[in-house]
């Protein structure tokens, strides 16, 4: 099968284009925040109004999924050909909250266009790459002929995701089969730059907790008592000190176990993204950069573990001294993990870790807040090239590969139905998720139709996935 002329795909988005953005604002108008109670029935009404465009789109089969908390939105599209690969497209229709108090200069819940941007909440996170997939299996269809995608089409998509996917391990467990596939593509992410298409290549994993260290049964002088009992808060710091040698690297025993290092080739596609120090400093509303030693500074952010102390207290607060030796202290961490780590090891590791260095008369507990796994697809995969291609397409430049520091849902995808995953978003940093002003840039958002419309194609030509 030849490959669709480029120019078949963007007539038809021309035609469609507008009626494409009034859908769009349509659903923008419903203000699905799924943090706030006194909005559950508008995060209903978000994955029905989902749900039945879906069904207008062409998917044969649409389905509301509800959880203990909020709907979730399921859709799937069969390939003529049983042999093509399966894809599942993941996003998420719930939005944070937002407020035109908070320094918006237009209601949130009221798109408007400004100088070929959209203005709305939702408008890239997620809602806005969640929509142009509809209209890119549209023009998939229009510009091959057919009338199926050229792969197995499946939708999830949440409506907890801002709230922290309490229920989402959960839900694709328990609708696993319906959810199989070959791989997964995740449009709930960004690229570097308007003119620096990239594609994500992995997220890290997570494990956080608080350690909470207990001393004397209550305050006590510390004139009479002070350097002859054990103090939590000095303990506590010390534990914070010891997290780190002197290379900024991890202390933990095994910490490092599994972590495969950075290949040449992937420290080469780093370095040659435009990436200043300068400027990302000043987002950091910071003054110098600081990590491992022997790392950059985006392949500490996106290749290597850490540990960070989040929060660090005991003992008196209060204006002036007071001179106690505290009853209590308590101390938070984060561990971001990689590819090859498991947070259950990180946890055991840092329970013995803990054990061994506090002294007799400290009592501990530690509590952690769940985990999150790590996820990578290699470069080399042959999905994962389709993708690229797509978007170099779409585009009409090279792309280049990033990764992402931050944690999500990814992971638990991965983990449940054994599948790698793919990122494809065009959001740029400057869109301002969860700020005030939320926008998407018009221009890429119909770049990623293009690249979803060119996608399925390519996926279906050039990719047999192996099965067992």
């Known amino acids: 099968m030849s490959t669709t002329p480029d120019s078949a795909v963007r007539d038809f988005l021309g035609t469609e284009r507008d009626a494409f953005l009034t859908d769009l604002a349509e659903w923008l108008r419903i203000p699905s925040v799924s943090a706030d109670p006194d909005r559950a029935a508008d995060v209903v009404r978000s994955a029905e109004w989902l749900a039945d465009r879906l069904g207008r789109t062409g998917f044969p089969t649409v389905e509301v999924w509800p959880t203990p908390g909020h709907p979730a939105v399921f859709a799937e599209w069969p390939a003529d050909d049983p042999d093509a690969p399966t894809v599942l497209v993941y996003g998420h229709h719930d939005v944070q909250p937002a407020a035109r108090e908070d320094g918006w200069h237009s209601d949130p819940f009221e798109p408007v266009e400004r100088d070929g ?117 000095t303990e506590a710091a010390r534990l914070a000190a010891g997290l780190h040698d002197d290379r900024r690297r991890v202390t933990l025993p ?19 993204l435009p990436f200043d120090e300068a400027a990302w400093l000043r987002t950091a509303h910071s003054h110098a950069p600081l990590g491992e030693a022997g790392y950059s500074t985006l392949e500490r952010v996106w290749a290597r573990p850490t540990a960070e102390v989040n929060g660090i207290s005991g003992g008196y607060q209060g204006p002036g001294g007071k001179t106690v030796v505290p009853s209590t202290a308590q101390l938070k961490l984060s561990f971001r993990l990689v590819d090859g780590q498991h947070a259950e090891k990180v946890q055991q590791s840092l329970r013995d870790w803990v054990a061994a260095r506090l002294p007799a008369g400290i009592r501990h507990t530690i509590t952690f807040w769940g985990a999150t796994r790590p996820c990578l697809t290699p470069l080399d995969h042959p999905a994962l090239r389709c993708l690229a291609r797509a978007m170099a397409r779409a585009f009409d430049k090279p792309v280049r590969y990033t990764r992402e520091g931050g944690s999500g849902p990814a992971a638990d995808l991965q983990d449940v139905l054994g599948v790698p995953v793919l990122f494809l978003g065009i959001s740029v940093p400057s869109d301002g998720w969860h700020a005030p002003d939320e926008k998407v840039e018009l221009e890429l958002l119909m770049k990623g139709v293009e690249t979803t419309a060119y996608l399925w194609e390519d996926l279906g030509k050039n990719w047999r996935p192996a099965r067992t």
């Open 117 to 233: 941007r959209l203005y709305a909440r939702g408008a890239a996170d997620d809602k806005g790459q969640v929509w142009f997939h509809t209209l890119g299996v549209r023009a998939h269809l229009a510009a091959t002929g057919r009338s199926a995608p050229a792969v197995h089409l499946k939708l999830l998509v949440e409506g907890e995701e801002e709230s922290g996917s309490p229920h989402f391990p959960d839900l694709i467990a328990r609708h696993a089969d319906r959810l199989s596939c070959d791989a997964v593509i995740v449009s709930d992410t960004g690229m570097w730059a308007p003119d620096t298409p990239t594609v994500c290549t992995g997220m890290r994993g997570l494990t956080d907790c608080q350690i909470d260290l207990h001393g004397p049964d209550q305050d006590v002088h510390s004139g009479s008592f002070g350097g002859a009992v054990p103090n939590p808060a």
């Open 254 to 272: 095994g910490f490092y176990d599994g972590v495969a290092d950075l290949s040449e080739e992937e420290r080469r596609l780093f370095a040659e």
